[in-house]
């Protein structure tokens, strides 16, 4: 329990379009504080915050400049009793968190991950790296480790595994509906034998018997590769399964549509180990020797 009032005032800017339609933007967030000076100190020489002009003018409040035209105000003219817990606090980004954290240690500054583990670095789901610590008043302050490609990817490619997963897993189950809506409206399928390269509605129509029965085909996952495109607009893959043709291989393309990860190519491979070539080639040559002079005429 503190002696002080948690102030914390939002002041918005307002703004009216012809059609009187109402829009606010964040302005500020002030903090009511014991020491104006000493809470000053803190948020310049530890958090580097620049101070700007108290256009107030009054007595016991300075303002800080948290960019873009936001602001912090320290207001020390309030007083009273006020509860104080990490739910309320304030969210920073900073691009070097490991020159954070050493100027915290210097200071003799603890800080936590969320749980509260002491010297611990809390890492969100897309990576985003987050200390959390108290400034002289007992206010809780968050800070976020700017956003990266290198997150963007990792999360990208959680994503697109957690697909082609799914993509398995509804095969498995003959869930026709689920399956076939992993893939994009314009989406190729190529599979084993060398005539099967089929749209979406092709595939469905050959996948569809196999799927009635309650039981279409369970691949499951030996070795998979995933890449994503620098724009994160779409990516590619390949995957070693095992399946009853024994070692498979499975590679394609993905896209992202609106916030999903869809397949707009996949490519099914029999494997074959380099000392059963010569045998496998006697077997199949004279099917694929009429399809190739088949093709070849064309």
């Avoid at 987050?130 to 008043?137: A, N, S, T």
């Avoid at 590679?251 to 380099?274: A, D, F, H, I, R």
Wanted: aromatic share 12%; glycine share 6%.
């Amino acid at each position: 329990m503190k002696r002080f009032i948690l102030f914390i005032g939002c002041y918005f800017i307002v703004f009216a379009s012809m059609a009187q339609e109402l829009s606010l933007s964040f302005n500020h967030i002030a903090l009511s504080v014991k020491d104006v000076n000493a809470s000053a100190t803190f948020y310049s020489s530890i958090l580097g915050l620049q101070e700007i002009t108290n256009r107030t003018k009054s007595e016991g409040i300075r303002w800080f400049s948290l960019l873009d035209g936001k602001e912090l105000h320290l207001v020390s003219t309030v007083k009273g009793p006020v509860t104080i817990n990490k739910a309320v606090h304030i969210a920073l980004t900073t691009s070097n968190m490991d020159a954070l954290i050493k100027k915290l240690a210097a200071n003799n500054i603890t800080y936590s991950d969320w749980p509260g583990t002491l010297n611990k670095v809390s890492v969100r789901a897309d990576g985003i790296l987050q200390i959390y610590f108290q400034d002289v008043d007992g206010y809780w302050i968050e800070v976020n480790s700017v956003a990266s490609d290198k997150n963007e990817e990792v999360l990208a490619k959680k994503d697109i595994g957690a697909m082609l997963d799914t993509l398995n897993a509804t095969a498995g189950r003959a869930n026709f509906g689920a399956y076939f809506k992993l893939y994009t409206e314009d989406a190729v399928f190529i599979g084993t034998d060398a005539t099967e390269v089929w749209d979406k509605k092709a595939f469905m129509q050959f996948a569809k018997p196999y799927f009635d029965k309650g039981k279409a085909w369970n691949f499951t996952v030996l070795k998979r590769n995933i890449y994503v495109d620098k724009s994160g607009a779409w990516g590619w893959f390949d995957e070693m399964l095992n399946t009853q043709m024994k070692i498979c291989r499975g590679s394609g393309v993905v896209v992202k549509v609106g916030n999903e990860w869809k397949l707009k190519q996949y490519v099914l491979s029999m494997t074959m180990p380099n000392s059963q070539v010569t045998p496998a080639v006697k077997l199949k040559a004279e099917e694929e020797d009429a399809l190739m002079k088949k093709l070849i005429s064309q």
